[in-house]
């Protein structure tokens, strides 16, 4: 009984790190795409 816990444990562990990281790369791209509008929106200031 105790080797079946153990792999739940793991399971879940695996699980719980595939989410954290699908939410860091959403959060990487949310970033990224504000880095990127607020340096075009710079360098049209300066073109201007």
Do not use: P, Y
């Amino acid at each position: 009984m105790n080797e079946i816990a153990s792999k739940e444990n793991i399971l879940l562990v695996k699980k719980d790190l595939f989410l954290v990281k699908a939410d860091m790369i959403k959060w990487m791209f949310i970033f990224w795409a504000g880095q990127v509008s607020v340096t075009l929106g710079l360098i049209l200031v300066v073109v201007r």
